[in-house]
């Protein structure tokens, strides 16, 4: 990857009204910490850790229960985890609930010198989730969410900036297995 056109941060697939659309905005975007040294957690905020990870929704209550310590040490720890970008919440869904089940993956070959227009181009497209500018065969790869195959064959042979393309190849996304990754899979 040499450069992201658009990350999933980004991604504005036009369901949010403007003012739904401003309040989201006001969210601070997750700053990933660097650790310098390795970060060591005893038995409780391992086990908050995995709680949370299975279900970002319990409550102070029922993780207190769990772990075996009072509700104000749950909301202590994890505040304190929090602060420090140890560890942080976000929503995973999937496009298919909003309007958007149709999934594809886009490699496009262009020309040094149009590989720009057509970032510039995709990163106006609202069904565009994530692409980047990469090395390789392919000067894009480009993920998008569609609301039907139609719209997936009108991006694929009407587009503007296909003008500026050499080679389109796609692949239709059948399954999804997995859409974010953990970082706390290994606690130990």
Partial sequence: ???????????EPGIL???QTAQIRRIPKTRWPQFTDPVVLDR???????LVVENGRASFEELSRLVGI???TVKRRLDKMRQSGLLTFRAVFDP????????ALLWIRARPSRVSTVAEALAGQPFLRYAAIIMG????VADFRLPSKEALRELMLEAEWLE???????????ETLKQSRVLASDLG
């Fill in 44 to 50: 409780e905020d391992k086990a908050l850790v995995r």
């Fill in 137 to 140: 065969d392919y000067q894009i």
């Fill in 1 to 11: 990857m040499l450069e992201y056109i658009r990350t999933l941060h980004d991604w």
């Fill in 17 to 19: 009204t403007e003012t």
């Fill in 70 to 72: 009072s509700e104000q």
């Fill in 164 to 174: 500026h393309v050499d080679r389109l190849e796609s692949s239709l996304i059948l």
């Fill in 96 to 103: 298919a609930l909003i309007g958007l089940p149709v999934a």
